[in-house]
């Protein structure tokens, strides 16, 4: 999760603008989207999904979360994929089985404050509890 978290939080001050990409590219019913989405976002991933990590921790019943959830995780382009495949994320998980687990850890990962190190994004970011 400290992962996808990081990932979240690099791509929070871009994500309105990646949805309007969207919205423009789906209107001109464009299928190969990503490199537009990434541009848009300012980075070489993107997700496209209308969630933030941080939104889905107010979504009340275990359905909708579990599927605002997969959106998400779904959302992420190409080259994310390739990396919760090589985890295993998504079997590790366990969606079905979670429960009331998941949002607890959803609100734990976005419960800390994230700041960013260094001067340039491709330094990283700390995620403080």
């Known amino acids: ?5 990081r990932l979240d939080a690099m791509l929070e001050e ?3 603008a990646v949805l309007e990409m969207k919205k423009q590219l789906d209107a001109a019913r464009i299928d190969n989207q990503w490199a537009a989405l990434c541009n848009a976002a300012q980075q070489a991933f993107c997700n496209a ?14 359905q909708t979360l579990e599927a ?11 080259n994310v994929q390739e990396i919760l495949e ?12 979670l ?3 998941l949002w607890s850890l959803v609100f734990r990962t976005c419960g800390g404050v994230v700041r960013r190190c260094g001067r340039h994004r491709a330094v990283g970011w700390v995620i403080w509890s």
């Open 99 to 101: 429960g009331s687990a």
């Open 49 to 62: 999904s209308p969630f933030l990590l941080k939104d889905l921790t107010s979504r009340g019943a275990k």
């Open 86 to 97: 090589k985890f295993k994320f998504r079997d590790q998980m366990c969606l079905g089985n």
């Open 1 to 5: 999760m400290t992962v996808i978290r």
């Open 14 to 16: 871009t994500k309105p």
């Open 68 to 78: 605002d959830f997969k959106a998400y995780l779904n959302g992420f382009s190409p």
